[in-house]
Structure formats: structure tokens, C-alpha cells
């Protein structure tokens, strides 16, 4: 089975709605990074998420990591169409803080229609 | 400034045979990743560089894979004999020193073996 698994697997909304994707880890997270990804590009760096509770905003987008720290949840307030792509968390799992080694979810496909 | 740059940016083979696809870092980035995404996936870690060293090959499938940076700034991914399974794209990143948690990743180079 999947270490972290996202949900939705695809998501469909209005411009201008808000919507949020989860990312629920089967392990203790150490780390938490959120990445885009566009069609044939490569992965843009969102933000990254250490501490139980902490969250993080940039821009229209938040994200959180909960107190347990098994599980995070990225919110995009007000979508536009440029928010439009897949959205990817990577997992640190090594509490010596390896965070090169990520293990990645199967990321969620957003699309915004305008 | 330029950011991390791959080529090809795609590349077809044959079963069987052999591949280099290169990977040019941000210049001054010390380490160096590659990652392999299969359709639908997340990436999947292979290895990481620091400096000219491999620090850790842990994600490599088997032995007809290898990957060398000999000056500390590209790094070439091989893969011998190569099978159809070996088919995805493979993404390279490389961040400021190990302890950075942003990693910038390249576009990548969507590899199809026949």
C-alpha cells in the first residue's frame, strides 16, 4: 500500500471557488513538502511543513500540517486558472532529516474552469 | 539565472540497449538528485550527489543503473541494457548544499524504451 496517499486523486472547480487536497501518511512525518507540476515540466517548489500544527501561506495558498503530524492539507482560497496542475506532497520519513529522500504521492490533478 | 536544464529532453530506444541522459545543475548547487516518475505516479527517488560523491544510491533499481558527476556539477545518468519497464520520465533537481530544503528540478527526460 501507499506510504502517503493524496486525495482527491482529480479535482474540477469554478474559478474562484476554493478547494482543498489532502496528503495522509501511514508513518511519522518529519517533513512535509508540497510541489507543482505542469505537463511536461518540472516540479516547482511550494512550501515545506516541519512542525506539528505549523502552517504556512503563500500567496492564495495554505497549507498545514496537523499536530499528529500524519497528515497535511493544502487550500487555495479564490482559484484561478494558473493554480491549474498537479499537485504533488513528498514525504520526509528519517527524523536525521534526509530531505532529499522524499517519497512522493500520486499527486492530484487540478483543474480550474474559467 | 538559468535553472536546472536536462537533455534530451526526450529519448527513444530499443530493448537492450544503452542510455546517457544528462543533467545540468543550477551553477554553485553542491547537491544533486535524480528521480524516476512513471505515468501516474509521483517521483520515486534514485540518487542523490553531494559534491562528486554519491552520498546515497539506495533508490537505484539494480545495477544497469548508474549515475556519476566527475567535477561536481553534471551528473550523467546510465542505464545499461535498457527493458521497457524502464520507461518514464526522469527528473533531476539540485539544491544549494544537502541541508536546503528546496529542491529546483529540471523539466526532465521522458525516456520510452521499445
Known amino acids: 500500500s501507499q506510504e502517503l496517499e493524496q486525495s482527491p486523486q482529480s479535482l474540477i472547480v469554478q474559478e474562484g471557488k476554493n478547494l482543498t487536497i489532502n496528503c495522509t501518511s501511514s508513518?511519522?512525518?518529519?517533513?512535509l513538502y508540497w510541489y507543482k507540476q505542469k505537463y511536461g515540466e518540472g516540479l516547482i517548489f511550494l512550501m515545506m511543513?516541519?512542525?506539528?500544527?505549523e502552517e504556512k501561506s503563500h500567496e492564495k495558498i495554505t497549507a498545514k500540517l496537523d499536530e499528529k503530524k500524519q497528515q497535511s492539507s493544502l487550500h487555495i482560497t479564490a482559484s484561478q486558472p494558473s493554480h491549474a496542475g498537479i499537485y504533488l506532497c513528498g514525504a520526509d520519513f528519517y527524523s536525521g532529516g534526509s530531505n532529499y529522500k522524499l517519497t512522493f504521492g500520486k499527486g492530484t490533478l487540478l483543474t480550474v474552469n474559467p | 539565472g538559468a535553472g536546472v536544464s536536462q537533455t534530451p529532453s526526450n529519448k527513444v530506444t530499443e530493448k537492450g540497449k544503452y542510455v546517457e541522459l544528462r543533467c545540468d545543475p543550477i551553477?554553485?548547487?553542491?547537491?544533486l538528485y535524480w528521480y524516476r516518475q512513471s505515468l501516474g505516479q509521483g517521483p520515486e527517488f534514485l540518487i542523490y550527489?553531494?559534491?562528486?560523491?554519491?552520498?546515497?544510491d539506495s533508490g537505484l533499481p539494480n545495477d544497469r543503473f548508474f549515475a556519476v558527476r566527475p567535477e561536481g556539477s553534471v551528473s550523467t545518468l546510465k542505464i545499461q541494457r535498457t527493458e521497457r519497464g524502464d520507461s518514464a520520465v526522469y527528473l533531476c533537481a539540485s539544491s544549494l548544499t544537502r541541508d536546503d530544503n528546496e529542491q529546483f528540478f529540471g523539466p526532465g527526460t521522458r525516456l520510452t524504451v521499445l
Open positions: 508513518k511519522t512525518l518529519y517533513g
Open positions: 511543513l516541519q512542525k506539528g500544527g
Open positions: 551553477s554553485g548547487h553542491t547537491a
Open positions: 550527489f553531494q559534491g562528486t560523491g554519491a552520498a546515497d
